[in-house]
């Protein structure tokens, strides 16, 4: 991943609606929510909710499938997973020593508010 997909990866998130959206399809693993679940769940106008689903969607952030007239939408964990990774490939100049930390919190089985 390049600095400016990063970059448009955090604006896509950095938003409070957008990132509830984010967490609640990553809550989600696998499976996908329809547009319309999605709405229900967070309480978002339909025609609110498109908007920040094509912001997300265009970061790289999400994917989306089409099922007859509905559109499904997941997490996409391998794009967060590069995101995460450029954060952190010159972590501590390359001593992993120091960064114990952050490996054991990307390492725990259950994480708290998720």
């Known amino acids: 991943m390049d600095q ?6 955090f604006a896509a998130l950095a938003q409070d609606t ?3 959206i984010y967490r609640l399809l990553v809550k989600q693993a696998e499976n996908s929510l329809r547009a ?10 339909p025609s609110t909710l498109s908007g920040h689903l094509a912001i997300l969607k265009r970061a790289g952030l999400l994917r989306a499938t089409r099922h007859q007239r509905e559109i499904h939408y997941a997490a996409d964990i391998e794009a967060m997973n590069e995101l995460i990774s450029f954060l952190l490939q010159d972590c501590c100049d390359g001593k992993m020593d120091n960064c114990g930390e952050i490996l054991t919190l990307l390492k725990k089985p259950e994480r708290q508010n998720v």
Do not use: F, G, H, T
């Not at 319309?36 to 106008?45: A, P, Q, Y």
């Open 36 to 45: 319309s679940d999605i709405s229900d769940r967070l309480n978002i106008v």
């Open 4 to 9: 400016l997909k990063a970059i448009e990866a």
């Open 18 to 20: 957008r990132m509830s």
